[in-house]
């Protein structure tokens, strides 16, 4: 079977285009060869694919060879149809003549004799050397044509063409292409057919024990090599799927235990892409083919396919998922195979595709989504290529310079380590690197997040490496790796992945005596009777990889910390730019995030910040605070650096804002701690900041609070703090005044606080109040032209910003068209309303005392007023209209209160001194608590002649509603 | 086997408004970050296939090596994540 494979791949290699035999009866090849070739390739040539469609092919190469070439002479029949891709599909055969008697006697017996196989697709083509000028010999030429084509064309089919050397030809090279094309279509549907016979009947015996998947094979990719060089790629690509099926069907067959492969040279250089690294040869086990070899040569014929078919993008998309299935197939064997093979297979994988789907896209010619999808798995596969780049350094003790992010952790500690049948162990002469190795791990300090955050760093390590490594030498005694962990009570399995059921126990007895230069690290000659140290276990693993991995430049990348760090970036990089094309944005800047890692350990704060920056934008924009509080104390400690005042004071407002439970108390006050240093340095230019979420003030909610004379003259106003300890608010807040309403004067002139409260101090659950003294304007101004008829709070703060959430809108107190807007002021405002005391009452409203049960919810009561007449109103003719008569209007929150009856109206009241009326109102309560009753105005007389009692605004209680037995449920 | 699992509602904006850690396993340390990461990132994959269709229960939408996420999509585009994980 070797031998078969040896000559079939040799054939398939020699042959990369359709033949045309040429049979040159009247020696004028030399002659026309080179205007034949000329006229190459085919330009539109329609044949008939698999499914017996037509499909126009353009630019189909024909090579023409002789039909007494040496390459068409010496085979055996029967290798015609084993090897049936490499024979003429045209025969041309090329005649000239002039004399009409030498062609009936001569020629034409000779041509009965050439086209009489009956399996020749042939045509003619005749040659005519005569000049136009001659007319004789034209003549004579024609007559010859004519009588070729009586004796050789059919009405069926046209079998001759004309070509004149000496005079127009354009018809001539249409008329040979598409007889060409006629014969290579009609050759083509013949040897599928047969093909396609053979391979059903083989297809129908493969559970039987003769069954040779070689045999298969040969005759599956003959086919598919049929329709390759025939240029009807997806049939070939269909034979290969096809192909891929099947064999995996014999491969997971239960029974026949089959070797894997993976222990050639270079086999930890994934092939994948390259269809000729192997020989067929080496690749056959009995009568089948290793699963490591000949998978990837199958996808390597699939992915050649699709670059021509110009879908660089299938390619990526199948080899993303080729890449991950035979990983799962490496795992299962990982065990007998080099250590770390799998790890180096994949990343090799990965970066081949790259390569190769990278330099066959172009922008724009594929529809969006298309290229969409083909930027998301470029970024999938460049995250796996990184994902195993970081497990390969760190396990050569690179892992210190891995950044513990969410992403690394996430990606490593959930990766299960290598599975070797036996851990590489230390070779005899590497002391010195060891005492190297250790002198790096002590010297690695891990790094003190900024403002003293302590936390434990994210695991990169799915289990303890040094119990995993230890575990599987293969000399160690349960009692040693004891001794390892002494002092070491804290220690767990971890996420217990590296007990992943996944490797058989049946597959490490077989490793066992499977012994092999890089695949047994356990050759190494090392103390194996005691435990390895750390630095030990990264030497031992750097030494197997280097036995393992065959790539010069991979190794390169290995073999510093400076060259690890500069592929990492690549990676990384890479990676990020895919996704943020794909519009994975959340991906793309998670990747920003690392690359703003790297930059800032080499002290490119800069550039750290600008990645930083986005990726803290991505977080609070969509509000992760959890995600946003392990990256936003990086930001801060670059713009820190970078002397960015105004960045790194508003980082640390967004540490405060963030949720308590994210950061201890301590932690918080070093936020707080740093924004008051800031504020309080002077800084060159004072900068916007918004401490919305930090500082909140609020009013009272609903109508302006009425005061009245002998009130207290408590307006309380809250401020907010989210500050975890105290804060002085000078350096924030910049004022406080009260604008009075008409009919009232402050006793101090500029309106300012009488107290010195500030700079206020606002503690959590501390109250603080500001006093104003105000009077009574001696001059009221007539009623009709009140210009402010309530008085106004105002807090004007220094803190600039805009405000998407809180309490209360802040209003801007400087006007918008000034140049300087940016530096808006912000002013909090609250309303008052102030009652002048009654000076001349005429009337007396009384609110009587309402039933000793009290109010309600839903039961109808009837407020009383009891209004009465102090002295006679006789200056106020004006006011009243009718003297005997006053008006009455009752005002209540619908809300609040339903009224029933006349809501306004008049009532008789004598107008001499003493009478009275009691004005009566049927009303029920509709909500439960302290709520305002209804009140009774008087509209028509001044409010100067009003006496109410009680005087100001008050409140009555209203309680809930009884509870109804038909709502109660039955208690057992 | 033991499981943990991560549950979040994401409403609009993307904004997580209710997050549970559930299951049996003693939980690592970093186990809520970890998961919410995940999520996050996951919210990529997701917003690609919620439009390509109708079903709202999106089982598997993305791996990251044990940790499947499958995502409920109501019709008002809020996301339920359960997120089983097989945490040995």
């Not at chain 1, 003790?397 to 992010?405: H, L, N, V």
């Not at chain 1, 490119?604 to 990726?615: G, H, Q, T």
Request: charge should be negative; hydrophobic fraction near 40%; include cysteine.
């Amino acid at each position: 079977m070797a031998n078969y494979l040896a000559q079939f791949q040799t054939i398939k290699n020699s042959c990369d285009r359709i033949v045309a035999a040429v049979e040159d009866v009247s020696d004028l090849w030399p002659t026309v060869k080179e205007l034949f070739e000329q006229h190459q390739p085919l330009k539109r040539a329609v044949l008939t694919n698999k499914t017996r469609n037509p499909v126009l092919v353009e630019n189909l190469p024909v090579e023409f060879i002789l039909t007494t070439d040496a390459r068409l002479r010496s085979r055996f029949p029967h290798e015609q149809y084993l090897y049936w891709f490499r024979e003429p599909y045209a025969t041309i055969v090329l005649v000239t003549c002039e004399d009409l008697d030498e062609f009936k006697n001569i020629l034409k017996p000779r041509l009965k004799l050439i086209v009489q196989n009956d399996e020749k697709e042939w045509f003619i083509v005749f040659v005519s050397k005569a000049h136009p000028s001659n007319d004789q010999a034209t003549k004579n030429a024609k007559k010859v044509y004519a009588k070729l084509e009586v004796d050789f064309s059919s009405k069926k089919r046209e079998r001759c063409c004309k070509l004149d050397i000496h005079g127009p030809d354009a018809n001539f090279w249409e008329d040979l292409e598409l007889k060409i094309t006629e014969c290579i279509r009609n050759t083509l549907d013949r040897r599928v057919q047969f093909y396609e016979d053979e391979i059903r009947k083989l297809t129908e015996q493969r559970f039987m024990p003769i069954w040779n998947f070689c045999n298969f094979f040969i005759l599956k990719e003959s086919l598919a090599f049929i329709f390759e060089i025939a240029h009807l790629h997806e049939d070939a690509l269909r034979e290969y799927d096809e192909l891929e099926l099947c064999y995996l069907e014999t491969v997971n067959m239960p029974g026949k235990q089959r070797e894997f492969g993976g222990f050639d040279s270079e086999d930890d250089q994934a092939a994948l892409l390259k269809p000729g690294s192997k020989p067929l040869t080496q690749m056959v086990h009995d009568d089948s083919f290793r699963e490591f070899d000949f998978r990837q040569y199958l996808f390597a014929c699939q992915s050649r396919l699709l670059f021509k078919l110009n879908r660089p993008f299938e390619v990526s998309s199948r080899g993303y998922s080729f890449v991950i299935s035979f990983a799962k197939a490496l795992t299962f064997h990982e065990s007998v195979l080099p250590f770390c093979l799998r790890e180096v297979w994949v990343l090799t994988a990965c970066l081949a595709l790259l390569d190769a789907t990278a330099s066959h896209h172009n922008d724009g010619i594929v529809a969006p989504d298309i290229e969409k999808e083909f930027y998301r798995l470029q970024g999938d596969l460049y995250s796996l290529s990184r994902l195993k780049f970081m497990r390969l350094g760190y396990l050569i003790g690179y892992g210190t310079d891995i950044e513990k992010s969410p992403l690394n952790s996430a990606c490593l500690s959930m990766l299960p380590w290598p599975k070797p049948a036996v851990w590489p162990s230390l070779p005899p002469d590497a002391s010195s690197e060891v005492l190297e190795k250790e002198k790096t791990l002590l010297q690695a300090t891990s790094r003190t997040k900024h403002f003293g955050i302590q936390r434990k760093p994210l695991p990169l390590e799915p289990s303890v490496l040094l119990r995993v490594a230890n575990r599987r030498r293969a000399s160690l005694s349960t009692g040693n790796i004891s001794e390892i962990f002494d002092g070491r009570p804290g220690f767990t399995e971890g996420s217990g992945l590296e007990a992943s059921p996944r490797t058989p126990s049946s597959l490490k007895v077989q490793a066992a005596p499977m012994s092999r230069t890089n695949s047994s690290p356990g050759n190494f000659e090392s103390p194996l009777d005691r435990p390895m140290r750390l630095a030990e276990i990264f030497v031992a693993a750097e030494h197997a990889l280097r036995l393992t991995i065959s790539d010069h430049d991979l190794l390169k990348t290995l073999s510093s910390v400076q060259d690890f760090e500069h592929k990492y970036l690549n990676l990384t990089k890479g990676a990020a730019e895919n996704y943020h094309r794909s519009w994975w944005k959340r991906h793309g800047v998670v990747l920003d995030g690392e690359i703003a890692a790297v930059c800032f350990k080499h002290g490119k704060y800069d550039l750290a910040a600008n990645s930083y920056e986005k990726v803290c934008a991505l977080y609070a924009g969509e509000r992760w605070q959890d995600l946003l509080a392990e990256v936003l104390p990086n930001l801060a400690e670059c713009q820190k650096i970078l002397n960015d005042q105004a960045g790194y004071m508003s980082s640390c407002v967004r540490l405060l804002s963030l949720d308590k439970s994210l950061f201890s108390s301590k932690e918080r006050q070093a936020f707080q701690s740093e924004v008051v240093n800031i504020a309080h340095s002077e800084m060159k230019n004072p900068v916007p900041l918004d401490v919305s979420s930090l500082i909140t003030f609020s009013g009272n909610t609903g109508p302006p609070l009425q005061l009245s004379d002998g009130d207290p003259g408590n307006l309380s106003v809250t401020v907010w703090s989210g500050f975890p300890d105290d804060i002085t608010l000078d350096s924030l807040i910049l004022d406080a005044w009260l604008d009075l309403q008409d009919g009232f004067v402050h006793g101090k002139s500029d309106g300012r606080p009488t107290s010195t409260f500030f700079p206020l101090v606002v503690s959590p659950g501390s109250r603080a109040a500001v006093v104003f003294s105000i009077s009574i304007e001696k001059t009221m101004p007539s009623g009709k032209d009140l210009q402010l008829p309530e008085s106004i709070l105002n807090i004007k703060y220094e803190i600039h910003g805009d405000r998407a959430a809180g309490a209360h809108n802040p209003v801007d107190a400087a006007d918008h068209s000034v140049a300087d807007a940016e530096r808006r002021d912000l002013v909090f405002k609250s309303a008052i309303v102030l009652q002048r005391p009654v000076l001349d009452p005429c009337l007396t409203v009384g609110f009587l005392p309402l039933p000793s049960d009290g109010l309600r919810v839903g039961k109808l009561i009837t407020m009383q007023w009891r209004v009465e007449r102090l002295k006679e109103l006789k200056g106020s003719e004006s006011v009243e209209k009718q003297h005997d008569e006053v008006l009455y209007e009752v005002n209540a929150n619908s809300e609040n209160w339903m009224i029933a009856g006349r809501k306004r109206g008049y009532v008789s009241l004598s107008e001499e001194q003493g009478s009275r009326v009691v004005i009566s109102i049927l009303c029920v309560p509709l909500v439960a608590g302290y709520v305002r009753p209804p009140q009774l105005g008087l509209p028509n007389v001044e409010e100067a002649n009003v006496s109410s009692n009680p005087p100001g605004p008050h409140l009555v209680c209203v309680l809930p509603p009884l509870l109804s037995s038909s709502y109660c449920v039955p208690v057992k | 086997m033991a499981n943990t699992a991560c549950f979040i509602i994401v409403g609009r904006n993307d904004i997580p408004i209710y997050e549970a850690e559930v299951g049996s396993a003693p939980k690592r340390e970093d186990a809520a970050q970890l998961h919410q990461f995940i999520l996050h990132a996951a919210l990529d994959v997701v917003q690609d296939l919620a439009w390509t269709t109708s079903a709202m229960f999106l089982k598997s939408v993305d791996r990251f090596n044990d940790l499947v996420v499958s995502v409920y999509v109501t019709a008002g585009h809020i996301l339920f994540f359960p997120s089983p994980d097989s945490f040995i």
